[in-house]
Every structure is written in C-alpha cells, then in structure tokens.
C-alpha cells in the first residue's frame, strides 16, 4: 500500500455499504490513548519524540489479530501527499501540519487510521461505511485490546485514560457519523438541524472538522465530551439520535420529491450537467453540485450514474488529490480547470 | 402557407445566411405608406376600417411580380398565434393588441410582411439574413412600385410620403439590422457601444423594438428619423455604421478567444450544459445561455451543435411558439418547464 494507490482507491468511508447510507455516509469511532512511560507530545523531548514515533511504528505494524497496517511517517512527505492524507480522513490538520517525527498507520481499506504523535500518542480512528457505530466500536475494542497487549497505556483509577486535551479524558471515545444533509439544506432547515442537535449535546461540523464550514451538505455529527460518561453511554447518545436526524431528512426528501418535483429534478440535473460541461470549477462549487447529484441518484431522478462515481468524486476532486492524481503542484487556477476535466471524464466513463 | 407551418420553419431573418451573419443576424427594411383615398387608421370609421382591410388584402394578394402573399387577418386569431407573429417580428406588438379589422400579409419565406391597418395604412418589412441593406433595400423598391401600381398613396411634394407618424413623414423609411453583440457584453462593452450608436443619430433596441430589455445579447441598430433625408442617405448611414460595430464585437471575440480562453470556453460549454439538461427554464435564462451557445459555435468551441438550431431556438422558445408548438395554452409555470423540455429535445436531435 503506497500513496499513490491509496488516492485512487475508494475509502471505508466512501464505500455506500450499510444500512441508512444514502443519508448516513459513515460512522467513525475516535480514541485517544497515551503511553505511560512518555510524557505527552507537547512536552517531548526532540529525542523522545523520535524514541516514541520509532517505538509506535514498530508496535501498530505488528499487531496481533489486527488487519495488517501500513505506516507512512509524515516528515519528509511533500504538501500534497499530506493533503491527501487529510482529505482521506486519515490524519488531522494539525497532525499534517506538523515536521518533527509522527506517521499514521492505515490498514489496506482504510477502515483503520491510528496517528501517531499527534496531540496523544495515540489517536485510533475506526471508521464504517453507513450506519454501524456498534461494528465499528467493535473493531475499535478489539484494535484497542491488540495495542494495550504490547504497550502500557497512561489511565488514572480516578479519571480514566490520560489525553492531552481535557475533552478526551475519561473514555478517550469521540463516536460521530458523517451525514448528507441535501433536503435540509434544499428546504431551508440546516440551521434549525444545527439547533437541536446541540440541544442533546451533540457537536455538528463541517466535512473537515471544527471551524470548516459545511461543504456539499455534508456533516459531522459527534459526541461534546467523553469524560465522566461510559463508552456505552456515549455510542448510545448518538446512536438514538441519528434515527431522528435520518427520519427529518428524508421527511425533506420526500417533500421535494412529491410537492417540489419540478424544482427538484430541475436542481439535480442541472447540477449534473454542469459537472458534466464545465471547463474550471473551484472545490466549493464542486461540492455543491456533487451534492445535489448524490440526491438525485438517491431519489431515482438520476438513472444513469453511478453512485459510487460521485462519492469518488467528492475526495477526488480535493485540492490534495487532484494534485497527486495529476502528478503534479498546480495552482488554484490550473486546479479548477485540471478538476473540471477529471470531473468530465469521471462521468463520462460512468 | 398557415400558422402552424409558420411556427415550424425557419423565418428568413434566423437563416444564418450572408455576410458577417455571426454577428449580424439580420438586415431590415420597413417603409410605412398610406392610401390617399383614406384618412389614418387612428381616424377610421368602423366601415371605413373594415373596407380599407378588404381592399389591401385584395390588393396585396394580386400583385404583380411579388413572391405570393398570404394575408392573415388579425380579427378572430387567438392570443398564441398573435404572440407567434410578433415573436416572428411579422407583426408589431402594437398591431397584436388591436381588435378591429387589420392584418399582415406575409410571403412564404417571411422575406416579405406588410402589415395592414397599423398606425399607417401599411407597414412594409422586407427581411435579409446577414449584412445585406442594399439587397433588403432593393427588394423593398420593387414591393414598393408593384404596391403604387395599384394604388393611390397619400404623398405631399413639400413633405414627401405621409405618415401617421411624424418621425416616418419624408421617405417613410427605418432601416435596421439586428446584431448579435454577445462578446461586448461579456467584456462589459455593451454601455460604451449603446453611447457611440447614440452619437451618430442610430436607435438602439433590444430584440422586440422599443422599451423591451436587451434578451440574448441581440439589439436592433436603426435609423432614427426618416424626415429631410433621402433613402440613400439613411441605408448609407447605417451601411457605415455597421462594419465599425462589427469590428469592435470581433475584436472582443478575439481578446475572448485568446486572452480568456479558459473563461470562455467554461461559460460557453456550461450555457450548453444547461439547456442540455434544465427540467424547467424561462425565456430570459435562455436567450442569455442561446446567446452564449451561439458564440460558442461561431468561435469553434462548440462543435457538435448546428447554428440552425441554436437559431431556431431563438424563436421557438418564446412564449406564443411554445404554446402554439404544443398544441395547448400553458400558465408559466408549465411553459417553463415545456421550454426545458423542448430545448433538450431540439438538443438531442442536432
């Protein structure tokens, strides 16, 4: 597994397998763990920070009854390749950001991503395609369980696992599912969404995390804080309440579908034939319309694309891939126009 | 030669024929005469309205050396087939708004309307494709003296031909051409060009003559008085006139074509994009995106769509021809969504 392969393959994440996927594009289980026997990443040493990367590469890439897992250590990685990593979800921004020692280790499909060095030693991450918080808990534990046999993890009898950051401390756990919102946004009900999520203490962000505005509808949906709540506590929250999220958007669907029919079809298969003409088009736009296009094909309006070609797309066309996939550092306006073409030929091979 | 033949074919003026038609769409002639042995239409008895119909019909459907005529008189037409004259530039708004007797006399290839019972007895319009005053012009002299052949026009030797009108009083003519000008509105061209026009004694109109909004980027340059001058000096001035407005639309086209290639293309190839797959579209969006497609063709970065029908469009999306073309009266709503219907069609076929 190398760079090159994995911009071109279909992430875990992006697979539309799993119950309620046409509006529950995954679900994610985030834990943070720190070693004992080092302090926190901030306050390393430059020799133990290296100590530690070493150690940490060395373990995640043998583990036992764990899928095998491939460790791409960041220092050294050009800009590209790290947005690439970033806009696979496998690391964070902060993690790409950084040049002393740290790495990620990915299994082959990508349902596994553990960064190493990060603002924990170590941040494991489990994702699944569609609505499967409970299996991709599952995998977290065992994965969890194969990482505590060979290393001794800092916890405190009082508060639970140590993390660096306050929020984390406890189970460790953040479980959030990434959600495609169109009819909500389409009908005018994102903000009041926004609202009652937080109400059941439930964070929502942007296809990137904090601070990243919501882009092609798509939205994170996690847990606010894990400490002083089970693991069970915390899966079961968000687990009741994206029932009720999936039931207002395809309440919204079908309202389009039935009482907006015109407008609806008129919006998604415009959108389509943009992508399918268009001779520059920023990441912004491409979003949006991929978007509308991924409703339209859910709602049937759309017959002759694939879906798996437009989830594709949503990470393909990123500043990062469209990079690596060309080969080459473009800037933003030779990217708009390279993206189009990509854009263009996904679809007309599909 | 009936209406529903009419709303199919392809009038003279969109036949895409004759020099600098890229840009001049078409050239026009109109000569306003009226009969000495009548006063005004606007001064009419109800009889003597009525008997000057039935004497031009009669008159204008035996002329002698004229391609035949077939007079469609207004009286008991509906509201549709109105409208397709007018969008057919047969007839004026004005003369589709009465309900007395009048009409419009047209010859098979729409070269030739005359409109009877207007402001003035007759209105003569003679059509050409492309920049071809002189030729209009000539065609129009012959329709002239075949018409004085049979009858008596009102004609004053201080003032010349009388008119209802006191800017058609003299030699009764306008000549114009309609232009298509889409490059300097792209360039934001559009307010210095109307300027200059204005500088030299020209009108300026959009494509349904005064007050209308320019649609499609199209405008009808045109003499603005007839009085004190002769027929030669008006075709003269606009014939002048005209290659310098040619010129500055190619050299906007040019700079388009190779200092904003990218540009370019992406507004040409979406505007193509979107009529090929709107569910519903008015008639401004797409006369903007026709005017769009058009120069796309005209520049060579569209290929595969013929002019004729980008053309036709022009027409046969307007209101009363849709209506007409399916056959039935539809409120907005549904001709929008008809129009969408029908320019993917026509699309398709091309």
Known sequence: MNLDQLSRQTGEWLKNEGPD???????????????????????????????????????????????????????????????????????????????????????????????????????????????????????????????????????????????????????????????????????????????????????????????????????????????GKSEEEIIDNLSSAVPQIVLYERKAREHLAERRRDQLEDRVCRALGMLQSARTMNSGETLELLSHVRLGINLGVIQDVEIGVINQLFVQTLPGHLQKLNGKVLDPADRDVHRAKFIREALRGS
Chains 1, 2 share one sequence.
């Open 21 to 227: 996927v046409d509006i529950v594009v995954s679900s994610r289980m985030r834990l943070a763990r720190n070693l004992e026997a080092y302090p926190f990443p901030s306050r390393f040493t430059p020799e133990q920070r290296k100590e530690a990367a070493s150690y940490l590469e060395e373990v995640l890439t043998h583990l036992d009854d764990t899928p095998p897992l491939t460790y791409f250590p960041l220092l050294g990685l050009s800009e590209v390749d790290r947005l690439v990593l970033v806009e696979r979800h496998l690391i964070s921004k902060e993690h790409a950001e950084g040049d002393a020692e740290r790495g990620v280790a990915v299994s082959d499909n990508e349902s596994i991503a553990i960064m190493v060095n990060e603002e924990d030693h170590l941040r494991m991450q489990v994702f699944h395609s569609g609505l499967r918080l409970a299996e991709a808990w599952n995998v977290m534990n065992r994965l969890d369980d194969a990482i505590s046999a060979k290393v001794q993890y800092a916890f405190s009898p009082e508060f639970g696992y140590l993390s660096a950051c306050p929020t984390n401390v406890g189970t460790g756990l953040r479980a959030s599912v990434m959600l495609h919102l169109p009819a909500l946004a389409l009908t005018g009900q994102t903000e009041s969404f926004f609202r009652s999520v937080n109400r059941i203490n439930l964070a929502v962000r942007g296809l990137y995390g904090e601070g990243t505005e919501a882009m092609g509808n798509l939205f994170q949906v996690s847990n606010q804080v894990s400490l």
